[in-house]
T-cell receptor, first 112, second 112 residues
Framework: DAKTTQPTSMDCAEGRAANLPCNHS???????VYWYRQIHSQGPQYIIH???NNETNEMASLIITEDRKSSTLILPHATLRDTAVYYC?????????????FGKGTLLTVNP | SAVISQKPSRDICQRGTSLTIQCQVD?????MFWYRQQPGQSLTLIAT?????????ESGFVIDKFPISRPNLTFSTLTVSNMSPEDSSIYLC?????????FGPGTRLTVT
């Protein structure tokens, strides 16, 4: 399975953009990059996903490098409620099924 | 999106007993997943449960310990059998909807 590497922790000031990096150098051509976050004691929350192109939704933007070996999740205006563990995941397709393998993630702390 | 509920939300059980966790989804889904999150750890996939077929277990998880039922497209159960303190974890149900995967709130299990 494609492995991802993320920093263990990051800090961000409230109101500023939070940029969370992820390396996935062994990603295959048909594997998507997914981002989830988990606020303490809750189930993971889907944020965004992408294959090759940059993606944006109401929560965040996802920037994927041209070689697809790394990506960055951008929270444009971080709030205190964005404090969470953020997981970068490569979705592995297995026949008609697929699998999300969670790594350790990045603990983002948004400071007032 | 999908709304997922789990029962019970938490339980304290004695070693050697079994607990069945229920997962209910508000829409019909083919792919359902069960994850475990041990204290302070990331999520680990236990098995994939597609309606109409036997569950597929990940390495390290066996059907005798974690039997799964998937009677229809909106419901699944996971049983944690012959529990030991090492089974103390949060157990999460998850469903795939198109290209997104959603998670339930989890069941916090403590084995004494």
């Amino acid at each position: 399975d494609a492995k991802t590497t993320q920093p263990t922790s990051m800090d961000c000031a409230e109101g500023r953009a939070a940029n969370l990096p992820c390396n996935h150098s062994t990603i295959s051509g048909n594997e998507y990059v997914y981002w989830y976050r988990q606020i303490h004691s809750q189930g993971p929350q889907y944020i965004i996903h992408g294959l090759k192109n940059n993606e944006t939704n109401e929560m965040a933007s996802l920037i994927i490098t041209e070689d697809r070996k790394s990506s960055t999740l951008i929270l444009p205006h971080a709030t205190l409620r964005d404090t969470a563990v953020y997981y970068c995941i490569v979705r592995v397709v297995r026949g008609s099924n697929y699998k999300l393998t969670f790594g350790k993630g990045t603990l983002l702390t948004v400071n007032p | 999106s999908a709304v997922i509920s789990q029962k019970p939300s938490r339980d304290i059980c004695q070693r050697g007993t079994s607990l069945t966790i229920q997962c209910q989804v508000d829409s019909q889904v083919t792919m359902m997943f069960w994850y475990r999150q041990q204290p302070g750890q990331s999520l680990t996939l236990i098995a994939t449960a597609n309606q109409g077929s036997e569950a597929t277990y990940e390495s390290g998880f066996v059907i005798d310990k974690f039997p799964i039922s998937r009677p229809n497209l909106t419901f699944s159960t996971l049983t944690v059998s012959n529990m030991s303190p090492e089974d103390s974890s949060i157990y999460l149900c998850s469903v795939a909807l198109v290209n997104e995967q959603y998670f339930g709130p989890g069941t916090r299990l403590t084995v004494t």
